[in-house]
Each structure stands twice: as C-alpha cells, then as structure tokens.
C-alpha cells in the first residue's frame, strides 16, 4: 500500500517537532572547528563531509546526513535525525568533548566613545560590622563566557535529556553579566558582529579566569537553576509512579504474609519486602548528571574598581566592581562567593568576602562566617556556629556549637551535645545516647536510663535488664535478683535474700522457707520446716 505524502503546508512552529534550537548552531560551531565541511541541502536537511580525524566519532563514515525536522527524514530515509536522544547527538558530543571542548569569541569591541575613567565610582553597598580601608580603580580585560552542558535527568525507568546552556558569566568575577553586554557576546557569537582587534586592549592588564573547580561550580549552579521546572516536572512523575509501585508492593507482600506461619517465615518475608520498597524508593529518586561540553569565551574591556574593607574584629577582605564596556552597561557587584548581587557585603572571619545572603553571625563568638566556615543551625538551639565552634557529636553524628556541649563519662569523658546527653537514673553521672542502656519495663523501678556501670540483668527471672539499685544477692546461688524475683526466708534470722527458685513453702505452717531451713523429706510424706518437724 502506498503511504500518503505528508502536507507541505505546516506551520513553522511544526516543522522542527524533534529537534532543539540548541542543537544546530552546536553542530555549526563544531564543524567549523574541526573542519567538517557542511552542505546545506535544504533550510532543515544538511550533508557533512568528514575529516579522517573525525570519522571514528561517527563510526568511520566520511559522510552523513542530518535532518532536522521529521518532514526532512520522509524526504530522506537515510539521514539522520538531529534531536535530543538519537545516536547522532551522542556522537557530535563524543567528538565536540574531545576535540571542541572550549571555543574563544575574541574581543568585544568596546564602543568608541566608552567613558574609561573609573575614578569616580564609590561603594554604596553597607558593610556589615567594616570600613573601606583602600579603594583602588583601573581598566582591565575580563573573561567572561557561557557553558553549554548536556543534562540527563533519570528516574526509576524515565530519562529526559536536553542541550541546556548557562547564562552569560564573568568568569573572574563569578557575576551575571547584564542584559547588554550578554547582548553583545550572543551579536559575537551568532557572527552578527566581529571581534575587536587585539590591538584594542594591548595595554590594558588581562584579569585571570576563576579556578576551573569554582567555575564550574558557579556555571551548573546556574544550569540546575535553570532546569529546575523539568526537575520538578520529573520529580512529580517519579512520585506518582513510585505511590502505585509500593501500593502494588504492600498488597502482593500482605498476601504472602497471610500463607505463613512460623516467626522465622514472617521475618523473612517481612525484611524482603522492607529492601523491595527501598530498593524501589532509591531507584524513583530524580538523579541529574551534567556532561560540559563547551564552555565559550570571550573577552571584554572592563572599567574595574576594588576596596579593601576591614571589620571590628581585625578581619578584612576585597571587593570588587565592574563594568563593560559595551553598551551602556551599568556598575555591578556581585558575591564572591555565590555570584549574586549582595544587599550588604561581610567579611568572613577566613578574610574572604560575602554577602548576608551566603554568610551568618556565630552565636557563640558573634564574627561572621560564610557557608564553607560554619553551619547554619546548631542542633540544639538551631543557631549559626562558625567552623571554630561547631564539633560534631559522636553519639548523634550531627554538628552542634560549642555551647550546647557537655562531657559523656563513658570511653574516657568524650564530649557530646547537650541533645545527647542526659543523667543516669542511679548514679545520676551524665551518659550520652550510645553508651546508655533502658532498663526494662517490668523492673521494678519501670523503664529508665542508666549508663554501663548501672545495668544490671536479673538471673532470678527472665534475664531482664535492671538498675543496681533494684538488685540483691541470693543467698543461695549468689545469683543477682531484682525485689521483683527475690523473698526472705522466714526462718532465717538475718533476713537473707532468696531467689525464687531456692524458696520452699512448708507443708505444715504455709511458709516460705530456704533449703537451709526444710526438713528432709519423709518417703511419702509432705516437706515441712525444721520448726514444724520439732514439735
């Protein structure tokens, strides 16, 4: 039967259903620098003609086809579909990480009649707790640039991939760079303007790009806020999913619950089904993996501007501003720390800046920190502690400030929170979680907490666990009894402790006598007391 051709008239928002509008200029910017020569058949289909050095990419062809809507692949069966998810985008990103990873824009082209004074700029942020000390300014050529990232987000049987690129950054500066110097870096990079010649900036300094670990912490910063709708998206659907897997899970193991009758089977059955749900709820967790695959630069002449602030507490730090020149871009300032512009700066007492947004005041000292010195709650009072003063409790494992510490008597007095710690309720000396013990319910003191010196295990019922307050020693066995397992032989002067397995009741008077104290038995004839035998 032949197959109806598809209608030419679509509209244009239809004509690229599979494709993403990151992906064609991606694959532009690759064959232009690993020279693949790209023939334009049609606006949505392309011919590559391949290098020897980039064939084993692509499984050894010299040439292929790309098509970039699916009324391009009915035209042409034998090109290949250029979307999210298809061989082909796998292959061109291989082959971009090994040979592509870093594409150079050159310079911006400042505007010729750009005001280069950077004289006349002040701070008008507030300081926290600080004074500027020196201010310096000056004109310097800055990087800044974009990363263009593959972005994989798995759950339970789903994957979502996608091409995701940053916004524009100043890579020395860690800021967000405004709307028209990102203008003018997308004019550079669509080939809508040229580069500068280098002559331009000859003498101006060059300001270095951040360390590579803390610019690519800054970059996927801003790429997982930028994916964090389909995140969200995705984290709905695994819930959802994962709702009706453990609904499924309960019934089918409650069935097999029912058919056994041994306490072994049961518990079997039961820790089986406890590892499925986890197993299932570990494998519905959303998990994103980003995979850099270009990071584009550029270079701009900035006008630049630092103060050196120092605080009451002999701390001090440099902030900086800039401004491109490009456009009419206005000052800028942002966090050293996480890139976002500051409504008040703080001096970290390990001399970096911050801002209040990234940074607390320790409760104990009162300096302030940022979030790689300290943690924000205390465990005990959920108040801000700085890395001097915060400790982790070996009972609980979790951070607490020095305030909220105290000192367990167990394992050589090793300190504790004070969440942890608590007095044992014989001796009253203070024992952190793990090295106390409960006593148990039937003692005859109740369930209480008591440290290792202090619990004892009755041997005179059934093993419980007891203070050694509610202890005494049998007489007869010298076995260890609780008042709720022991009695007092009436016969013995001295009010000796029993157990109740060495108590007799005498035959004549009804007492409870010890073994000590009963008459040897007669063939036939009842056990009385050694009193009643001498009447």
């Not at 824009?105 to 004074?117: K, Q, R």
């Not at 007092?488 to 409870?512: I, M, N, T």
């Not at 006598?513 to 036939?524: L, R």
Request: glycine share 6%.
């Amino acid at each position: 039967m032949k197959r109806k051709p598809r209608p030419r008239a679509r509209r244009k928002a239809d004509a690229d259903p599979l494709g993403d509008a990151r992906i064609r200029p991606l694959l532009e910017r690759y064959c232009k620098l690993a020279g693949v020569k790209q023939t334009t058949l049609t606006t949505d289909r392309w011919e590559l003609t391949l290098p020897p050095a980039e064939r084993p990419f692509f499984r050894d062809r010299a040439t292929l086809r790309v098509a970039f809507s699916l009324d391009a692949l009915d035209r042409d069966p034998g090109a290949e579909i250029a979307g999210v998810g298809a061989p082909l985008l796998a292959q061109v990103i291989e082959a971009i990480r090994a040979r592509a990873g870093h594409l150079s824009l050159g310079l911006i082209a400042p505007p010729p009649d750009a005001d280069s004074d950077p004289k006349r700029v002040t701070l008008t942020i507030p300081i926290k707790d600080g004074t500027v000390k020196r201010s310096t300014a000056r004109v310097a050529v800055h990087p800044v640039g974009r990363l263009v990232a593959r972005v994989v987000l798995r759950a339970s049987a789903g994957v979502e991939e996608s091409v995701v690129e940053s916004d524009v950054y100043d890579l020395s500066a860690g800021a967000k760079a405004d709307a028209d110097l990102a203008a003018a870096f997308g004019d550079l990079e669509a080939g809508r303007s040229k580069s500068a010649d280098s002559s331009v900036a000859e003498d101006v300094a060059a300001v270095e790009a951040r360390e590579p670990a803390d610019l690519l912490r800054l970059l996927v910063d801003n790429l997982r806020e930028k994916s964090a709708e389909r995140v969200a998206v995705r984290r709905a659907a695994a819930e959802q999913g994962l709702a009706l897997e453990l609904s499924r899970l309960d019934r089918y193991f409650e069935s097999i619950l029912k058919e056994q009758s041994g306490p072994d089977a049961i518990e079997t059955v039961t820790a089986l089904a406890e590892r499925r749900r986890t197993e299932e709820i570990r494998r519905s967790q959303v998990r994103a993996v980003v995979h850099p695959l270009q990071l584009i630069e550029a270079a701009v002449v900035m006008q630049h501007a630092e103060w050196r602030v120092k605080t009451s507490h002999d701390r001090s730090a440099t902030f900086s501003a800039q401004r491109a020149l490009s456009g009419e871009a206005a000052w800028s300032i942002a966090c050293p720390q996480c890139g976002r512009p500051p409504s008040a700066l703080v001096v970290c007492r390990h001399d970096h800046g911050a801002c209040d947004a990234c940074s607390s005041s320790c409760s104990v000292c009162a300096e302030d920190f940022c979030a790689e010195h300290g943690v924000a709650e205390c465990r005990v009072d959920g108040q801000p502690a700085c890395d001097e003063h915060v400790h982790v409790c070996p009972s609980c494992r979790v951070q607490h400030c020095t305030v909220h510490e105290g000192v367990c008597v167990e394992s050589d007095g090793h300190p504790a929170c004070s969440a942890c710690l608590a007095p044992c309720g014989n001796c009253g000396r203070l024992i952190c979680n793990r090295h106390a013990e409960q006593s148990d319910a039937a003692a005859p003191k109740g369930s209480r907490r008591l440290c290792a010196a202090c619990i004892w295990h009755c041997e005179g019922g059934a093993n419980e666990a007891v203070g050694m307050d509610e202890l005494a020693q049998c007489k007869s066995c010298g076995k260890a009894v609780c008042t709720a397992h022991q009695a007092v032989c009436a016969l013995d002067k001295e009010e000796y402790v029993h157990c109740s397995q060495h108590l007799r009741k005498c035959s004549e008077c009804g007492r409870q006598v010890c073994a000590t104290h009963m008459a040897p038995p007669s063939q036939g004839a009842a056990s009385p007391c050694v009193s009643c035998a001498q009447r």
